[in-house]
Every structure is written in structure tokens, then in C-alpha cells.
């Protein structure tokens, strides 16, 4: 049964960074894609970025702030987020082969 476990999230002020990490158990994380997606208050998740083996794609709001990366060894997917800013602000989750993490809570002051 996979697992997903998300950490690293925060209050931060604007310009600052994060790095997230969800740590997968149950499943073999080189095999498989995985996602960060993100639902800030009254709104809909959205994809943030996604990583399949070297390929990354990110969304556009977030394209040369934030950097995807695995570590199959660890069976662990980092975001790594900088410059953040106040709109970043949001519940942050991994999702892996139709399995959601519990999310965690990044909050970026002005």
C-alpha cells in the first residue's frame, strides 16, 4: 500500500525558501511519476510541478522559483521553493499513483 508523507512546509516571509519533501513507502519511486499540487483557501489544487525520471514540468507561476527533484536511493521527492511570495501561500501535497499525502501548510508573509 503506498504512503505518502509530506514535510517541510512553514510561515516564511516573502523572498524567502522552503524545501518540501514527501517520503513514499509501499512503492518503488523510480518506476512512477509524482506530483506537487497546491489548494490555497477558496480555491481549486492546482498542479504546482511533476517529475517523471529526469523529465520536470512546473507550473508557469512558479517556473524558475521552484525545483523538483528525486531521490530514488531514499525514495523521496523534494520542492524546493525560493523567492517565494504571498500567493504561494497554500496546503501543499504530493500525489503518487492515485495516492494523496496528508499536505503540509506553507504560509508566506508579505
Known amino acids: 500500500q503506498v504512503r505518502l508523507v509530506e514535510s517541510g512546509g512553514g510561515l516564511v516571509q516573502a523572498g524567502g525558501s522552503l524545501r518540501l519533501s514527501c517520503v513514499v513507502s509501499?512503492?518503488?519511486?523510480?518506476?512512477?511519476?509524482l506530483d506537487w499540487y497546491r489548494q490555497a483557501p477558496g480555491k481549486q489544487r492546482e498542479l504546482v510541478a511533476d517529475?517523471?525520471?529526469?523529465?520536470?514540468n512546473y507550473a508557469d507561476s512558479v517556473k524558475d522559483r521552484f525545483t523538483i527533484s528525486r531521490d530514488d536511493a531514499l525514495n523521496i521527492v523534494y520542492l524546493q521553493m525560493n523567492s517565494l511570495k504571498p500567493e504561494d501561500t497554500a496546503i501543499y501535497y504530493c500525489?503518487?499513483?492515485?495516492?494523496w499525502g496528508q499536505g503540509t501548510q506553507v504560509t508566506v508573509s508579505s
Open positions: 509501499g512503492s518503488m519511486l523510480s518506476f512512477n511519476a
Open positions: 500525489y503518487y499513483r492515485g495516492v
Open positions: 517529475i517523471n525520471g529526469d523529465n520536470t
